[in-house]
């Protein structure tokens, strides 16, 4: 007897590599003869996934002694059509008093279809031995992290878990126990070696059932009496919905299909349990670099380290060693942000080996059903409860807060309703770009006072401190030399910041001016992507800054893409430049990029009698400027009531 954890990878290897190393003549499998065939033909046609269900046998209660023709009693209301006509087609209640359909998961990750699987690659006779009940009563309970048993034999983990394990009270659970023991004595007397792969909850009773019996007669000591089998319906086969694998699956969808590429292309799947939370991250990365393009966060893997450190921390503090999904998004969440733990959400409910059913050889097109926790949707649209004849942990529903990303629809409709009239800016954003401005400003008047900084002798003071560099070039004087910082001169007013350069005016075909609305605000000149293209809310647009231009204290001025006088600039980037060194005061201007002005930026600013002041953008923080890069515009002022549900920060 091999017990294991219904649904565990690890333990499908496990099966796996036991059925390899002991070759028994026989598997004993702990299901009903009734499923045989659906799940021997839904084995051969994995990957593909689908779902053997069972449906109960109709129960009929005592029927009225009034016929149903009959005129209503005195006081009775008669019944009405109207009344079944209020209830909308599209709610389906689980009537509780109808009994669960039972089924079985045709998983690849399951380590009764794996054994199954197994057997029938070897050719290995398959004995069904579990009692035909109806209905099936599931018996589960929650269990330690199967993954123990990578680095634990399967004797020790059943040996460890034994003393927790209860004993089976319900009736029907130890009818189930004495049936299996009676088959595999029966199936002694063919085969040398049976192998028995069954729950880690059923061994010990199993184990009992069987030593209990007599040898000869093969009937309980204590009763004499055989459990009897139920009379059941037929069973039927069903596709299941791609977005509902995962309450199908034991692992996650993306990391049960990293298995059947491994056993696809014969690669060392021993540690895929683990490595496949990382490989499922960096997909996860590609997928959001190829939505978000140029506005995406830089994902470095010093901040995948730092994921992956805090999964393994909430794992260990939820008493698991293998994180489940909840654990990988949140911490997905708090250390990538929103967008990228939506990518990870979506990504790990994806089946790799999904396929349409005609790349299946010979495969049918199946009718789907959609699953939920203990629920199904059938096809003809029913809903009925289910429970599953190889039940793995109990899971539940748990709450992650996340913007979902718009559908086509709402984006075209979005586009639709938005006046062409009314636009202004998000005063969070507002705020951030602001701040960034300041900071610009302060380090190009730290570099405008570097460069008027000087050396002399020390005398009497040490003015702003010792220069060690003069100090020691002349250390062969004996004199101490100390440095000289006078304040900077002159006012700075315009800050020009280039984002991308150079840019392609195809890439930026809105260009705008933005006048304060306070005096806090600076008046914004700048290009970027069409806000028309990325609708995220009702009256909510996302651009991306190309490039813009700050003038502050705020002035009143006119357009600069339309003013005559600036029409002498070829590129985006000169516009800028020129509009800046117009409009400015001061004799400075503040250019941040990331190389230094050329030649023909700074005869364009000695043009006006102007010098331009490089900031480097690589002495800022990248994961701000991208930040900063995004503008969202919105559809007058009364959309700031609502726009901070729909905003999502990369």
Wanted: charged share 25%; net charge negative; hydrophobic share 40%.
């Amino acid at each position: 007897m091999l017990p294991v954890i219904h649904g565990s990878g690890q333990f499908a290897l496990t099966v796996r590599r036991w059925f390899l190393e002991h070759s028994p003549d026989c598997l004993a499998v702990p299901l009903p003869a009734s499923f045989r065939q659906q799940v021997e033909e839904a084995v051969l046609e994995l990957p593909r996934p689908s779902i053997v269900m069972q449906p109960p046998t109709p129960r009929f209660g005592v029927e009225s002694s009034q016929p149903e023709w009959s005129a209503p009693a005195w006081g009775e209301q008669p019944w009405s059509e109207s009344e079944d006509d209020d209830k909308d087609d599209d709610d389906f209640d689980v009537d509780d008093d109808i009994a669960p359909t039972s089924y079985v998961p045709i998983d690849p990750c399951q380590p009764v279809i794996m054994a199954i699987r197994a057997a029938m690659g070897e050719h290995v006779p398959r004995a069904y031995v579990d009692l035909e009940t109806d209905p099936f009563c599931p018996h589960s309970a929650v269990m330690p992290d199967p993954f123990a048993v990578r680095k634990v034999s399967p004797e020790m983990f059943a040996a460890a878990v034994l003393p927790s394990i209860a004993r089976p009270h319900d009736g029907q659970a130890v009818d189930r126990m004495k049936c299996m023991a009676l088959r595999l004595r029966e199936l002694e007397k063919y085969h040398q070696r049976v192998l028995m792969v069954c729950s880690v909850l059923d061994w010990p009773w199993i184990r009992e059932a069987y030593n209990r019996l007599d040898p000869q007669s093969n009937s309980p000591p204590n009763d004499g009496v055989n459990p009897e089998h139920d009379l059941v319906e037929p069973v039927t086969r069903y596709g299941v919905d791609s977005k509902s694998l995962l309450f199908l699956f034991g692992e996650l969808p993306f990391i049960t299909g990293l298995y059947e590429r491994a056993r696809a292309e014969l690669d060392e799947d021993e540690d895929l349990q683990i490595d496949g939370v990382k490989e499922l991250m960096l997909a996860a990365r590609d997928n959001y670099r190829q939505e978000l393009g140029s506005r995406a966060r830089r994902i470095t893997p010093l901040l995948l380290s730092k994921c992956l450190t805090y999964i393994r921390n909430l794992s260990l503090v939820h008493r698991r060693m293998t994180p489940d999904l909840v654990t990988i998004i949140t911490a997905s969440k708090q250390i990538l942000g929103d967008q990228f733990a939506l990518h990870v959400a979506e990504l790990a409910n994806h089946y790799p080996a999904l396929k349409s059913a005609e790349d299946f050889d010979g495969a049918d097109v199946l009718p789907e059903v959609k699953l939920g926790i203990d629920q199904a949707r059938l096809p003809d649209g029913d809903m009925v409860s289910i429970v599953s004849r190889l039940p793995g942990p109990p899971i539940s529903w748990q709450r992650i807060e996340l913007s979902r990303r718009p559908t086509p629809f709402e984006k075209e409709r979005w586009q639709y309703d938005w006046n062409p009239y009314q636009q202004c800016s998000y005063p969070p954003e507002d705020t951030q770009i602001e701040n960034f401005r300041t900071r610009v400003f302060d380090r190009a008047k730290a570099i405008i006072g570097n460069d008027l900084a000087r050396t002399e002798k020390f005398t009497t003071s040490v003015k702003d401190g010792i220069d060690i560099r003069d100090t020691l070039r002349h250390w062969y004087e004996k004199q101490i030399y100390v440095k000289i910082a006078p304040p900077s001169r002159g006012l700075l007013d315009a800050c020009v910041m280039l984002f991308d350069s150079p840019s392609d005016p195809r890439n930026y075909p809105w260009r705008t001016t933005w006048f304060a609305e306070h005096e806090q605000e600076s008046t914004l000149a700048f290009y970027a992507t069409r806000f028309e293209d990325e609708m995220v809310g009702p009256g909510i647009g996302l651009s991306v800054y190309g490039g813009a231009m700050f003038l502050y204290p705020p002035i009143m001025l006119p357009d600069i893409w339309t003013d005559a006088r600036l029409d002498y600039t070829t590129t985006l980037e000169e516009r800028l430049i020129a509009a800046a060194c117009l409009h400015s005061r001061g004799r400075q201007i503040a250019i941040l990029s990331a190389l230094p002005p050329g030649s023909g930026w700074q005869r364009l600013a000695r043009r006006h009698k102007k010098h331009l002041v490089h900031v480097p953008i690589s002495s800022f923080s990248d994961e701000q400027v991208q930040q900063l890069r995004m503008v969202h515009v919105l559809n007058g002022t009364k959309v700031r009531s609502y726009a901070a549900d729909f905003i999502r920060k990369v």
